[in-house]
């Protein structure tokens, strides 16, 4: 039987003093309305493995051929549970590093397929849970991108998000001043984001919002880049 280096990882920023806040992950579960913001690829027997139950169609399916709102609560409150469990203080199963602004807890080692620890189980279940539920409890959905607005940050302004806030400037003002060096300032952001230059306003923030999977408008830093034909107020 051959075996694999088995490694599960969640992230908050290094920043963060606060705890982690496991009690409001389960308020917004318990208030979700959309069984599509769960992550399932095998819904059955993702639940079964979890809550330990025989998963019957007719009674956890919903009308649309998805798990029913009510076993998605349950399932989503049990993720929670193990993964305050396996960050607690009593579980000697995890480690934390920091890392590129990110702390980072882990947990694995050599295994055959499955999670060779019940933290790094719970760990990689938790990813299960709709991005917004992670980002309230203070962890940030994805630890492989760099820390910023976009990415669950809510601390001092990153390199990302100055970059984000020109491109969002550039992109949603389309009338520019000085044109030749805002030119040259679009040219570069060009090189790593959408080229903020000849585009509508409002196309250029869906672009924004459906490719980080962020609303700008959600937060006060980004939100004073964009431009009056996106968010309908006056600079």
């Keep these: 039987m051959s075996v694999t280096m088995f490694t599960a990882v969640i992230a908050v920023p290094a920043y963060r003093t606060a705890p982690i806040d496991f009690d409001h992950g389960r308020q917004l579960v318990g208030e979700i ?3 599509a913001t769960f992550d399932l690829d095998d819904p059955e027997w993702q639940i079964e493995d979890v ?12 009308p649309d051929g998805r ?5 998605l609560r349950l399932y989503g409150r049990r993720l929670i549970d193990d993964l305050e469990e396996a960050l607690g203080p009593d579980d000697d199963e995890v480690n934390e590093i920091i890392v ?10 050599v295994s055959p397929g499955d999670p060779p620890t019940e933290a790094a189980c719970a760990i990689r279940n938790a990813y299960c849970l709709p991005h917004s539920v992670l980002q309230a ?3 940030v959905p994805d630890y492989n991108k760099p820390l910023s607005r976009a990415n669950g940050s809510t601390g001092a302004v990153t390199d990302t998000d100055i970059v984000d806030a020109i491109a969002l400037h550039l992109g ?3 009338d520019w001043s000085g044109c030749d060096k805002l030119t040259q300032i679009a040219d570069l952001i060009g090189a790593v ?5 000849g585009v509508d306003p409002v196309e250029y923030y869906e672009y924004y919002t459906a490719e980080t999977g962020f609303d700008p408008l959600d937060d006060n830093f980004l939100a004073s880049q964009i431009g009056t034909d996106v968010d309908g107020e006056e600079d």
């Design 100 to 109: 590129a602004g990110y702390r980072l807890y882990i947990s694995g080692g």
């Design 67 to 71: 798990p029913s709102l009510g076993i």
């Design 172 to 174: 949603t003002n389309p």
């Design 137 to 139: 409890m203070g962890f």
């Design 193 to 197: 984001r959408k080229h903020p230059g």
């Design 33 to 35: 309305t959309d069984n």
């Design 51 to 62: 809550l330990d139950v025989d998963f019957d169609p007719e009674q956890h399916l919903g």
